[in-house]
């Protein structure tokens, strides 16, 4: 998995910190940023823009992507592009288990030969044809957020109970927010980082800002 910032909304802290004090006519941005955020007017936020491209996720974790819908998405479309030889992403749970790997390549291999089948010799539509093509396969995009649905975003996709791939995503993108824009995310992550954890079955082990924990 590849996450690189492409754009990003220059000065974007201070920018924050303008909006606020424009707000409440304070004379002390960083201070009106603190308190706006610390107080959920987060409205501030939605001035700070990021664009990610993000390559080698597989379908199932951009399926979960796009739910959040307060952003922008392009998409590599399966319509036009060859679908036959794309990547897979594999859980470790299959990769460490030989037999059943093996037996997923397989699969990976019936399915590719399938798509060529289908698209070179019988004249199938490509868009027609990857109705065969498994969840696991790779694609990329380019994604834009605010940073206020970026820190919804990392508040859920951040959390312990996150399925591990889109957890890694964001894991990622939220490193490159506090390096670009460290006070708007100070304390953005999941609920545990801020607080008590707003899940009905907690995990039982709160994550921390040292975004390189083992279980990411």
Request: charged content about 25%.
């Amino acid at each position: 998995m590849n996450v690189t910032l492409l754009r990003v909304t220059p000065f974007g802290d201070d920018l924050a910190g303008e909006a606020a004090a424009i707000c409440t006519r304070s004379d002390n941005p960083d201070r009106a940023r603190g308190h706006a955020i610390m107080s959920g007017h987060q409205s501030i936020l939605e001035h700070i823009v990021f664009t990610f491209k993000i390559e080698e996720i597989s379908r199932v974790t951009l399926a979960q992507l796009t739910r959040h819908r307060l952003a922008s998405y392009e998409v590599e479309s399966q319509r036009y592009t060859d679908n036959g030889q794309c990547s897979v992403i594999v859980p470790k749970s299959i990769s460490d288990d030989p037999v059943l790997y093996q037996e997923y390549l397989q699969l990976v291999q019936r399915t590719r030969d399938f798509y060529d089948k289908a698209v070179n010799i019988m004249g199938i539509p490509k868009e027609d044809a990857r109705y065969a093509s498994l969840q696991g396969t790779a694609t990329r995009l380019i994604l834009t957020m605010n940073a206020r649905e970026l820190r919804h975003f990392f508040s859920l996709r951040c959390c312990n109970r996150a399925q591990w791939e889109i957890r890694e995503m964001a894991d990622k993108m939220l490193d490159i927010c506090k390096q670009e824009c460290p006070a708007a995310f100070e304390d953005a992550g999941p609920g545990c980082v801020r607080h008590q954890c707003p899940e009905f079955r907690p995990c039982g082990h709160e994550r921390t800002h040292d975004w390189d924990v083992a279980e990411a």
